[in-house]
């Protein structure tokens, strides 16, 4: 949401929140998941959609009746990829490890029937201390959020 927002006023370059005019509300639809973590698809809109209204406005809609829709695709979630090791005691512990999340975003805006801006392999990742993954995944999201805006806002 955030995002599609954020992207929508930087495809417009509008002042003032820097959405076109007719842009008020926008519909967060579930990302299609091809990864065997179920819970991304909820995190995910969870995300948006507190980004969408706490820093742009926008109100939530239905998809048949929003301005413009968020959708994409969670393609491909790397949860435990290592990133820093320290000698134990004739062992090897990981200390540090990275959440990878690879998708496809799309804001479209359904008044003029165009896509307002896509990324087809966008890819954010969060760092965390074992055994936090979740800790991970909320930074990836968030880099996600941040992304989508800063992404869409140099587009334009």
Known sequence: MLAAACAVSGCYGFAGGGLPP???????????????????????AVALREAVQG????????????DAVVRGSILRYEPDIPLSFQPRAGQVEV??????LTLRVEIYD????????????????????????ADGRKKALDKLVTDIVDGAQSQW
């Not at 200390?95 to 990878?100: L, P, Y």
């Not at 359904?110 to 993954?133: F, I, N």
Request: proline residues 9%; negative net charge; glycine residues 4%.
């Open 22 to 44: 007719h842009v008020r509300t926008v519909a967060i639809l579930p990302f299609d998941n091809l990864t065997p973590e179920p819970l991304l698809t909820q995190e995910v």
């Open 55 to 66: 820093r742009l406005g926008l109100r939530p809609a239905a998809e048949a009746s929003a």
């Open 95 to 100: 200390t540090a490890r990275r959440v990878q």
């Open 110 to 133: 359904q008044r003029e029937g165009r896509a307002l801006w896509t990324r087809e392999s966008m890819v954010v990742d969060g760092e965390y201390e074992p055994p936090k993954e």
